[in-house]
Nanobody
Framework: QVQLVESGGGLVQAGGSLRLSCAAS????????MGWYRQAPGKQRELVAA???????NYADSVKGRFTMSRNNAKNAVYLQMNSLKPEDTAVYYC?????????WGQGTLVTVSS
């Protein structure tokens, strides 16, 4: 089993930046792709960014050029650098780790972008 703990959320003005962190523990050697998802009020959870064990990344079109996901395998952590934030980025952001057929989720961290 994998445990994920997110941190770094908060309130920021439009145009500002935040950096989210996700620390993994437990059966970390089983982890393959890790991702950041978000869920805004009244909306479905959506993929924001993902990174493979080899470091390949993909992003939702809505965040390309503004968000950067990175991975530190030595620290068992992933990060999401969010720049040029917009009010529509407001959501609870969740860290996800795929280990085999199992999807592991963190508890989420709230990001609020004020206009």
């Amino acid at each position: 089993q994998v445990q994920l703990v997110e941190s770094g959320g908060g309130l920021v003005q439009a145009g500002g930046s935040l950096r989210l962190s996700c620390a993994a523990s437990g059966n970390i050697f089983s982890i393959n792709t890790m991702g950041w998802y978000r869920q805004a009020p009244g909306k479905q959870r959506e993929l924001v960014a993902a990174i493979t064990t080899g470091g390949s990344t993909n992003y939702a079109d809505s965040v390309k050029g503004r968000f950067t996901m990175s991975r530190n395998n030595a620290k068992n952590a992933v990060y999401l650098q969010m720049n040029s934030l917009k009010p529509e980025d407001t959501a609870v952001y969740y860290c996800n780790a795929e280990s085999g057929l199992i999807e592991n989720w963190g508890q989420g961290t709230l990001v609020t972008v004020s206009s």
